[in-house]
């Protein structure tokens, strides 16, 4: 699935426009003219305020909502938010959605990635069986297997969720708030295990966050969206060295606290540069 | 999918199911011993009383208990998994109000319309009975299926079929205070639903279109387990949401609408057996569970079908209120033992 081409682009969007089309009225468009793209490999974080499109944007890269405007491809082929199947084979996704379900095991629920191959009834061969035995071990859930989804902690169900898109097999991940609900331990072990993943498997990997710390560390590159739309993209350290956070947060802050955002970036800076 | 538990559950409850059928054959308000039902059953009988009495009243009405018992248990369960919400049945989305708007409208309104070309055609009778809640289920199903295709939420549909049920209701308590008593009482019994009224030649109607539903609720497994993550997790496996949701609601709306239009409404079934089964089996996975809310409705059904003749021998109660009567001790038991072990009712 994955190429073996270094550096080969993964995911690509031209003049990409995302937002909320209102009928006859003037559609809400939250960011325009959007180019982006993934490499293989990568590693993305997308930070930004509440409001300003993360997940807009992660659902629209995702096929999941259309654009207003703009395409994305991934490996070439476009994305279109009615072909699902299709989409399903080229990237998987990690939604924030609350899974609400009883009686449903750990391997029934990862077996699910592979419905995107499988026939109309769902029936997986031995090739699909052993790719969710790969996602568990990778996910190191080896022997949950048969444990029960709803009696997991919420570090283990994310991981649970994790499997399944990797069990999904496609070049591109993509997970809204992975760390959302969890506590420290277990963000900073989903961090390391999308870095790991990254490197081990060549998969390319873009998360939304707003866990700044751990995104800097983990991340290749990081996409910075403001309100307004004025996206701001680079590595972790050419954006440190300007004022790209504080122009990015800014736009989500009331005018009484920007002294203290100014400080937490400042601090934020001094501690990750001197590292 | 992974064996998880032992295998038994599924032949434990045929075994059940054959006996609940030669019971429901055996149990009447006519007294028949073993010996005069395995005659019949053999081709050996020479009192065609006994013959007539089994082959052409009891089993017409068994078969309609396993058809209206498993088609009802498997309408519930479609619902319960595509709105994920435990209180949803068959009756959700309006289709049995419209299909007693139907016949309220041919026992009730066409002592007013006496002239009404559409109810005079209709044949008086069972079949005629049929006809109205057929077209009745029809139109509120066309109405549903227009709407879902339209809504972009399965909550709305919810909604939707909930808000025209009680609009269909309301009618229906309209037609019945303007109509006379004789009227308001054939309709009232026509609500208390009757297997009995199911005679051989509507059921070659009725089987293959209840098997067509059951057919299509088996092989809808894939998309029903992936909804139970909620409908954008089925998305970004790749299931085609909005069109399993049209499939789904086509199958349950065909299913209800047919059923009730042959044996009036059943209530209870349809809620209270897709938690049975998943109590029995610990499991969500469609695979096996619609199979066992199937078995499960069609065993309910027999044995709700014996306990209404039960009680008294020349007199044969509603089943639709044994159903309740019976049905309710027992979902309530299944959530009280469940509780037991710490798992609330679940979908």
């Known amino acids: 699935m994955t190429q073996s081409r270094p ?4 995911l690509e969007s031209h003049h990409l426009a995302i937002g909320y089309p209102f009928g006859s009225n003037l559609p809400l468009i939250l960011a325009n003219d959007l180019e982006l793209n993934i490499e293989r490999g990568q590693v993305i974080g997308l930070l930004g305020p509440n409001g300003s499109g993360k997940s807009t944007l992660l659902r629209t890269l995702a096929g999941l909502q259309p654009s207003i405007s703009g395409f994305v491809t991934v490996l070439g082929q476009t994305i279109r ?12 996704v990690v939604l924030t959605d609350r899974i609400d379900v ?12 592979r419905y995107p191959y499988t026939d109309w009834l769902g029936r997986t061969g031995s090739d699909d069986e052993q790719r969710i035995r790969t996602a568990l071990e990778q996910v190191r859930l080896k022997g949950y297997a048969s444990r029960m989804f709803n009696e997991l902690s919420d570090g283990e169900q994310q991981r649970t969720l994790l499997a399944k898109a990797l069990a999904q097999d496609t070049p591109l991940i993509i997970l809204d708030e992975p760390t959302a609900h969890l506590d420290l331990p277990n963000r900073i072990s989903i961090m390391r295990l999308l870095r790991y993943l990254a490197d081990e498997t060549g998969k390319s990997i873009l998360f939304s966050t707003h866990d700044l710390d751990l995104a800097i560390h983990t991340s290749d590159l990081l996409w910075l969206l403001p309100k307004g739309g004025a996206m701001l993209k680079g590595s972790p350290a050419e954006l440190m060295a300007g004022e790209a956070f504080e122009e990015t947060f800014r736009t989500g802050t009331d005018a009484g606290d920007l002294d203290i955002v100014s400080e937490y970036f400042r601090g934020l800076k001094k501690y990750n540069i001197a590292r | 999918m992974a064996p998880r538990k032992a295998g038994w559950i599924l032949p434990v409850l045929g075994g059940i199911l054959v006996l609940a059928f030669i019971g429901d054959l055996l149990f009447g308000s006519v007294r028949l011993s073993f010996r005069e039902f395995t005659d019949v059953i053999l081709g050996k009988s020479d009192n065609p009383n006994v013959e007539y009495i089994i ?37 959700v989305l309006g289709i049995s109000s419209g299909a007693s708007l139907g016949v309220a409208l041919l026992v009730m309104a066409s002592s007013w319309f006496g002239g009404n070309a559409l109810v005079q055609a209709l044949p008086y009778g069972h079949w005629g009975m049929v006809i109205a809640a057929m077209a009745g289920a029809l139109a509120v199903m066309l109405f549903v299926l227009l709407v879902s295709s339209r809504v972009a939420d399965s909550v709305s549909i919810l909604i939707i079929g909930m808000m025209f049920g009680s609009a269909t209701g309301a009618i229906v308590s309209l037609l019945q205070y303007f109509s006379d008593p004789d009227s308001v009482k054939s309709f009232l019994v026509w609500t208390f639903g009757d ?31 992936a909804l139970l993550l909620g409908e954008n997790h089925a998305r970004v496996v790749g299931v085609n949401v909005k069109r399993s949701r049209i499939i789904i609601i086509l199958v349950t709306s065909l299913l209800t609408g047919v059923i009730t239009a042959f044996t009036g409404p059943i209530a209870f079934v349809g809620l209270a057996v897709p938690h049975l089964a998943r109590a029995l089996l610990r499991t969500s996975d469609h695979g096996r569970l619609t199979p066992a809310t199937l078995v499960c409705g069609a065993i309910i059904m027999l044995i709700c079908d014996i306990l209404a003749q039960l009680p008294a021998a020349n007199q044969v109660l509603p089943i639709n209120t044994v159903t309740a009567i019976f049905g309710a001790p027992v979902v309530i038991w ?12 679940e979908i």
């Open chain 1, 7 to 10: 550096n080969s682009i993964v």
């Open chain 1, 81 to 92: 938010s009615n072909q699902v199947r299709q989409t399903a084979r080229m990237l998987s």
């Open chain 1, 102 to 113: 009883r009686n449903l095991t750990v391997y029934e629920l990862v077996s699910m990635g």
């Open chain 2, 55 to 91: 082959l052409s009243l009891r089993l017409p009405k068994a078969i309609t208990a396993i058809l209206a018992g498993s088609g009802l248990a498997l309408c519930g369960l479609l619902m319960q998994t595509l709105f994920r919400n435990p209180l949803a049945g068959p009756f």
């Open chain 2, 195 to 225: 297997l009995g009224a199911v005679a051989a030649p509507h059921l070659k109607l009725l089987t293959p279109l209840v098997g067509a539903g059951i057919f299509a609720g088996l092989i809808l497994r894939k998309p029903l387990n």
């Open chain 2, 334 to 345: 299944v959530i009280l033992r469940n509780r037991r072990r710490r798992t609330p009712l």
